[in-house]
């Protein structure tokens, strides 16, 4: 009976311990791990955010450091030991660096002609540096080939450049035949010239996906600076001469009254800073009186071209017309003088073989530039940072959506 016993009070003893075993596990306390440091950076990213786009300075915030840090500067977000910086994604950068296989004398005037651009009162300032094919260097953000190249040997270095979202532009007029890369790459062929010429229209994208959609809405918004080339010692202004299709327009800035006058048969128009006007019937829009040497305008809505003369032989590999940014108005077909393969690959003639470009030409160039150069920035990751992103719309001149993204962190 003693042993009977003594296996009861052991029974009793492992029921307890299991019971308690029990309780501990169905009402185990429950741990939240918490990371208030990462909540701290993410309230603090989103109150600045809605800060600045309340008082309407997120856009200038989005491509300066500068002009954050100094906004900052002026809020209690100052008093925080935190380290923050901040950069747009998915739009045209303040700094576009152009390789160019060209000429001395070609960079130079691409250099000249696009030395800066202002769009929705942002400078863009874009360089033009030397390259070959062999190496392209890859801090540029697009290539530029001057003149028809084989590239049958470049094929592999060209496809990599354009792999990393870098684009690439050739001018070059074509002649009755070429290499199976370059048709690769830009997506065209060539056959038997047409003659005559024909007026050169700028197609209108069916929808916003498609390729030629970005070049279309840089032409028609982004504005073209037109710089004076002397200066008038009756009126103190300087002088010079706009010229599109085949007119050549004089002009005289008058920086005081922010007016440029424009000459044309005998008569002087007066157009103010941000004033719509036309010239031999086209529309025209005075964007900006960037100085007593320089303006810029752009073109509205309907304009074609009548000063492209060269290849009318090139045809599209693939029948897509929704690739030709610009096209001869034959009554038979369309004939392409810019094609676009993809948004990262551009051919247009070569509009400059005579050393006579006009403003309207240039502008077409500008516009395939701004599409197929890279849209966002080189950046490292130094230290752990928490990012927050925020979508933001600017429209002065041009309607741009962009993602701007705050890097944000503790030392």
């Not at 380290?83 to 000429?103: F, G, H, L, Q």
């Not at 050169?200 to 037109?226: A, C, L």
């Not at 007066?270 to 004033?275: C, M, S």
């Amino acid at each position: 009976m003693a042993l009977l016993g003594q296996a009861t009070m052991l029974e009793v003893i492992s029921a307890l311990v299991l019971l308690f075993v029990a309780f501990y596990f169905i009402f185990k306390p429950v741990v939240l791990k918490t990371n208030w440091q990462l909540a701290n950076l993410a309230v603090i990213g989103r109150d600045l955010f809605n800060s600045l786009d309340y008082v309407e300075k997120l856009y200038n915030a989005s491509f300066s450091n500068n002009f954050l840090k100094d906004f900052i500067s002026k809020t209690s977000i100052a008093n925080e030991s935190i380290i923050i910086s901040i950069y747009p994604e998915e739009t045209i950068k303040d700094t576009i660096i152009v390789a160019a296989n060209c000429t001395r004398e070609r960079i130079n005037k691409f250099s000249t002609w696009y030395s800066s651009v202002v769009i929705n009162k942002r400078v863009v300032n874009i360089f033009f540096i030397p390259s070959n094919l062999t190496n392209i260097p890859l801090y540029s953000d697009l290539l530029i080939i001057c003149n028809y190249t084989n590239l049958t040997l470049y094929r592999s270095e060209i496809l990599n450049y354009i792999s990393k979202n870098r684009g690439i532009i050739e001018i070059s007029d074509l002649g009755n035949v070429i290499d199976d890369t370059t048709k690769e790459i830009f997506g065209i062929d060539v056959t038997s010239p047409t003659q005559p010429s024909y007026d050169i229209n700028i197609s209108t994208p069916i929808n916003t996906y498609v390729e030629i959609y970005n070049p279309y809405k840089f032409f028609y918004n982004v504005p073209i600076i037109i710089n004076a080339t002397s200066f008038n010692q009756t009126s103190g202004n300087y002088i010079g001469n706009f010229t599109f299709r085949n007119y050549i327009i004089p002009f005289e800035i008058d920086y005081n009254s922010k007016s440029v006058y424009f000459r044309t048969s005998g008569e002087v128009k007066i157009v103010r800073e941000r004033e719509s006007f036309t010239l031999e019937n086209y529309n025209f829009f005075l964007s900006y009186i960037l100085s007593n040497t320089s303006f810029s305008l752009s073109f509205k809505k309907v304009y074609n071209f009548t000063n492209f003369r060269g290849n009318n032989n090139v045809i599209l590999t693939d029948g897509n017309e929704q690739r030709i940014f610009l096209y001869e108005a034959s009554p038979l077909k369309k004939i392409p003088i810019s094609v676009l393969n993809t948004s990262k690959v551009a051919w247009i003639v070569d509009f400059d073989r005579d050393n006579n470009a006009t403003h309207d030409q240039k502008l077409a160039l500008l516009s395939l530039i701004l599409t197929v150069s890279n849209k966002n920035p080189y950046l490292t990751e130094p230290y752990s940072i928490y990012k927050i992103p925020y979508l933001n719309v600017e429209s002065y001149d041009m309607y741009e959506v962009y993602r701007v993204i705050l890097r944000i962190s503790y030392p």
